[in-house]
């Protein structure tokens, strides 16, 4: 086969789909808003409108990276959070399917992300990768032999809910309090500085700080770093990848410091596993979920 194929990206401000050749680079993009407060009918009708604008050059399944946690063996949404109000429930495999006449498979979009890098992106010919997205929170997915490492919940790789020395006196976006995503995250950054200073900026101007002289916020995005390596090390002990790659709106922020921690941490014996910056910024969802869809066994009961 060497037509390409159809991936979407499903996020709670913006959905696009692309064309996708079997070498992993985009040909064609669309995207727009995602009118995440019309509800899922809408959303849905948005991504199909997208794909089917790109379907005339394709055959075969359609590919999906959605916010949310997705069901490995129905491709609905297991759990949304209010970025898509409604989300959760919504038979995205099915209703795209419905609407797209095409197959279509679905993952989260952090599982996508890593899909994508690590077929064409900074994990380019690895094999096993690991993959932690930095932004407004802190998410995680595994790929393993190429392929997602989705768990039984299709949640697996989610690194954000670890415990992190100094986050105890934070709350993380699940609710608990000492977890790594309430220090290193875009809120996690905001909320570490409001603390020290008492002023509320979003993790994205504390970011902007720390690299133009304000001292506490070199100090907040530094200290986020360093735990976010020193986890990511153990991590490297615990899974064996090939590299760790870090995308997401605070990951350059938060790289520096969290180098060296990770070089500091890593047991011996994987001395050799990098720490890597992703490569394919916004379209890593898009060519994850084109490579799902180029996975796709071929059925045999119809
Ligand atoms: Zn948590």
Redesign the pocket.
Known sequence: MTTPVVGIDIGGTKTAAALVDRAGRVLERREAPTPARAGPEAVLGVAARLATDLLGATTGPVGVGTAGTVDPATGGIRYATDSLPGWTGTPVADALAARLGREVRVTNDVNAAALGESWAGAGRDRAHVLLVAVGTGLGGALVRDGRVEAGARGAAGEV??LPAPGAEQLR???G?YG?L??LASGSGLAAAYAIETGTHLTGRTVAERAATGDGVARLVVERAGAVLGATLAGLVALLDPDAVLVTGGAASSLLPAASVSYSAELASGWADVPLLPATLGADAVLVGAARLAIDTPERTDR
């Open positions: 954000g809910h993380c976006g699940c608990r977890h995503e309430a």
